[in-house]
């Protein structure tokens, strides 16, 4: 018990990784390509065992395997046919072995144009009904043997050196609880014993006390009945506690058992649950160190555009102050031609008015001169008509 708190407040990193290698990721670059490879491995052997099924129902497939596949595989196809029936009649080893080779070629190149092509290939995965052969068999013989490299892959010598603690631990834990077991046997043992060395010792006082009583057997016989009815009730007593402390001893080994098996099963519950924390912790971490990493680019992208929006409107804005002042210096120019215009235009203006009161003064004084002639004349005919009369 003194030993499930601490175990469970931290279990070793390296034994959670080995527990459950899955849920972690390869840390060196090699460990990536080995598992690269026996993924690919993986594939071409289930390509392989489709190879055989696809080509009985080519005609259903050839349109979605596209021309060039059909072909491959009707080399195939012909390259198997021939190849069996070299083995049905042996004789002509050269012309075998470079029909395997041919062999060998075809399917490497089968292989290739599938793989170039992933959706084709988990389209006939559950387009095409495989029984179950032999080569299933293979298959889940080498995932298992995938998963135990990871394993191996995974758990370097510190996590390895983790583990072998960790499993010290455990043991010491066993063996405290062993000791503990063994000692409780022990003293059961012991009780054992001195119930059988008292059961001994009154077994040879009532010998001892029958021996007597033989010598006076006449005269004390009732008081013989009485001391041996007394020894045996006792001895009953006697064995009978004796046996209830030896089946509390077997219930204190029993409920070590229990305890020590809880103690299993609590420590395999605490590390399942810290095991889930760290791996879910792990994925929140991943996901907020990509969105950083997203919005940081995000926002790298969004200044550096406005920097060189703000730079080209800068150089604008320098080339339109520019054209501001010029055409500033243009604008009070023309205000100020504007301005003497208008005065020579006012003062043009100005005499014209003085021109024409002027002219309609003339006009008038003219207008009037004329009709003071006109008057003046007919005002002499007047006169002289009445002189001549």
Same mark, same amino acid.
């Given at each position: 018990?003194?030993?499930? !708190?601490?175990?469970?407040?931290?279990?070793?990193?390296? *034994?959670?990784?080995?527990?459950?290698?899955?849920?972690?990721?390869? +840390?060196? !670059?090699?460990?990536?390509?080995?598992?690269?490879?026996?993924?690919?491995?993986?594939? /071409?052997?289930?390509? !392989?065992?489709?190879?055989?099924?696809?080509?009985?129902?080519?005609?259903?497939?050839?349109?979605?395997?596209?021309?060039?596949? !059909?072909?491959?595989?009707? =080399?195939?196809?012909?390259?198997?046919?021939?190849?069996?029936?070299?083995?049905?009649?042996?004789?002509? =080893?050269?012309?075998?072995?470079? *029909?395997?080779?041919?062999? %060998?070629?075809?399917?490497?190149?089968?292989?290739?144009?599938?793989?170039?092509?992933?959706?084709?290939?988990?389209?006939?995965?559950?387009?095409?009904?495989?029984?179950?052969?032999?080569?299933?068999?293979?298959?889940?013989?080498?995932?298992?043997?995938?998963?135990?490299?990871?394993?191996?892959?995974?758990?370097?010598?510190?996590?390895? $050196?983790? /583990?072998?603690?960790?499993?010290?631990?455990?043991?010491?834990?066993?063996?405290?609880?062993?000791?503990?077991?063994?000692?409780?046997?022990?003293?059961?043992? @012991?009780?054992?014993?001195?119930? +059988?060395?008292?059961?001994?010792? %009154?077994? /040879?006082?009532?010998? #001892?006390? $029958?021996?007597? &009583?033989?010598?006076?057997?006449?005269?004390?016989?009732?008081?013989?009945?009485?001391?041996?009815?007394?020894?045996? %009730?006792?001895?009953?007593? #006697?064995?009978?506690?004796?046996?209830?402390?030896?089946?509390?001893?077997?219930?204190?080994?029993?409920?070590?058992?229990?305890?020590?098996?809880?103690? *299993?099963?609590?420590?395999?519950?605490?590390?399942? *649950?810290?095991?889930?924390?760290?791996?879910?912790?792990?994925?929140?971490?991943?996901?907020?160190?990509?969105?950083?990493?997203?919005? &940081?680019?995000?926002?790298?992208?969004?200044?550096?555009?406005?920097?060189?929006?703000?730079?080209?409107?800068?150089?604008?804005?320098?080339?339109?102050?520019?054209?501001?002042?010029?055409?500033?210096?243009?604008?009070?120019?023309?205000?100020?031609?504007?301005? &003497?215009?208008?005065?020579?235009?006012?003062?043009? @203006?100005?005499?014209?008015?003085?021109?024409? #009161?002027?002219?309609?003064?003339?006009?008038?004084?003219?207008?009037?001169?004329?009709?003071?002639?006109?008057?003046?004349?007919?005002?002499?005919?007047?006169?002289?008509?009445?002189?001549?009369?």
């Amino acid at each position: 018990k003194g030993m499930a !708190t601490p175990r469970k407040a931290g279990i070793p990193l390296g *034994v959670m990784k080995v527990l459950d290698p899955r849920q972690l990721k390869p +840390d060196s !670059t090699e460990t990536e390509r080995i598992l690269t490879v026996f993924d690919e491995t993986i594939v /071409k052997l289930e390509i !392989t065992r489709l190879i055989p099924w696809i080509i009985g129902s080519l005609e259903r497939f050839a349109r979605m395997l596209g021309p060039e596949i !059909t072909s491959s595989l009707l =080399e195939h196809q012909k390259l198997s046919a021939e190849i069996q029936d070299l083995l049905a009649s042996p004789g002509d =080893e050269e012309r075998r072995r470079a *029909v395997e080779q041919c062999l %060998k070629c075809s399917l490497r190149n089968t292989l290739r144009l599938f793989l170039a092509n992933p959706l084709l290939y988990h389209g006939l995965k559950y387009e095409v009904w495989v029984r179950e052969s032999p080569a299933d068999v293979f298959i889940k013989a080498f995932k298992e043997f995938w998963n135990f490299t990871l394993e191996r892959l995974l758990t370097s010598p510190d996590e390895e $050196k983790e /583990k072998i603690q960790f499993m010290e631990g455990i043991s010491l834990c066993v063996e405290k609880n062993t000791e503990t077991i063994s000692a409780l046997q022990a003293e059961l043992e @012991a009780a054992i014993q001195t119930r +059988d060395e008292e059961v001994n010792s %009154k077994d /040879k006082k009532i010998e #001892d006390l $029958k021996t007597s &009583m033989e010598h006076l057997a006449k005269d004390c016989r009732a008081d013989i009945q009485q001391i041996t009815k007394e020894g045996e %009730k006792q001895q009953k007593e #006697d064995k009978k506690a004796s046996q209830d402390r030896c089946a509390r001893l077997e219930q204190d080994v029993l409920r070590l058992i229990a305890q020590f098996k809880a103690l *299993v099963l609590e420590h395999r519950a605490s590390e399942l *649950v810290l095991r889930k924390k760290r791996c879910q912790t792990e994925r929140e971490i991943e996901k907020w160190v990509r969105k950083y990493d997203t919005d &940081m680019a995000e926002k790298q992208a969004t200044y550096e555009e406005i920097e060189a929006v703000y730079n080209k409107e800068k150089a604008q804005l320098a080339l339109l102050m520019e054209k501001h002042a010029l055409l500033l210096l243009e604008y009070t120019e023309i205000q100020e031609e504007r301005r &003497m215009l208008k005065e020579k235009a006012e003062e043009a @203006a100005r005499e014209a008015a003085r021109r024409n #009161d002027a002219a309609t003064y003339i006009q008038a004084f003219w207008k009037g001169y004329l009709v003071r002639s006109i008057y003046k004349s007919k005002l002499k005919k007047g006169k002289g008509k009445r002189r001549s009369k």
